[in-house]
């Protein structure tokens, strides 16, 4: 199973380190949050103008959000902020690098 199929109906997705949107415009959701450092990457992500997407600066080592997610995805994380986000965000299910993370269920590869 690919990312866009892992996620499919998204429901309410939070994106770190987001970049510049690639991703959101890839997949479906109810609603779409991105945040990432640079911006450069925001004002680009903006530039695209996905239907119910918003993107916002912010550095997420420093930042937190009382918000449950269906879905937290962090494409580009080392073991120090997977345990940031795992600790301080709150999601159904959380999408670190290439491996599911389903809170006191499972963990599993994603296909390239």
């Known amino acids: 199973?690919?990312?866009?199929?892992?996620?499919?109906?998204?429901?309410?997705?939070?994106?770190?380190?987001c970049g510049n949107g690639w991703l959101a415009a890839l997949i479906d959701y109810q609603s779409y949050t991105g945040y990432d450092s640079s911006l450069e990457n925001i004002l680009?992500?903006?530039?695209r103008q996905l239907p119910e997407a918003e993107f916002s600066l912010a550095d997420v080592m420093r930042f937190q959000s009382d918000e449950n997610y269906d879905t937290l995805i962090a494409l580009v994380v080392d073991e120090n902020?997977?345990?940031?986000?795992?600790?301080?965000?709150?999601?159904?299910?959380?999408i670190f690098n290439?491996?599911?993370?389903?809170p006191g269920e499972v963990r599993y590869d994603i296909k390239p």
């Open 44 to 47: 680009a992500a903006k530039a």
């Open 1 to 17: 199973m690919n990312l866009p199929e892992l996620i499919g109906q998204g429901g309410k997705v939070v994106e770190l380190n």
């Open 81 to 94: 902020i997977k345990l940031h986000i795992m600790r301080f965000w709150s999601a159904t299910r959380f």
């Open 98 to 102: 290439n491996h599911v993370h389903i």
